[in-house]
């Protein structure tokens, strides 16, 4: 079984910066990509992508925060991490960690961490 545990979120006002970690471990095989979703509060709200990094780190941005955000990894530690700049108060969500592991059978799941709150005041 792999665990996530997340840290870095909490209170900024807008145009601060926050940043995120996601530590991988337990039975860990090979991590694929790592990456973030995030949530905004309300009902009906849909999870939607915030960065992602694969294991050659080629990385992929949401619409939404492109420009503003870096992600990037320590593979050695099975960390990611998102360096966010310039929030918004529209940032303000519930951030889930992502991964995609291989076990040692090959196969592949997909873990979520609890999430972390950011709330960006205006």
Known sequence: QVQLVESGGGLVQAGGSLRL???????ISRVNRMGWWR??????????LVAEISRDETT???????G???IS???AKNTVYVQMDSLKPEDT?????KISHT?????????????????VSS
């Open 21 to 27: 970690s996601c530590a991988a471990s337990g039975r």
């Open 60 to 66: 992929y941005y949401g619409g939404s925060v492109k």
């Open 68 to 70: 503003r955000l870096t």
């Open 73 to 75: 990894r320590d593979s």
């Open 39 to 48: 949530q905004a509060p309300g009902p009906g709200q849909p999870r939607e």
């Open 103 to 119: 076990n040692e059978f090959l196969v592949e799941s997909t873990y979520w961490g609890q999430g972390t709150q950011v709330t």
């Open 93 to 97: 969500a519930v951030y889930y960690c």
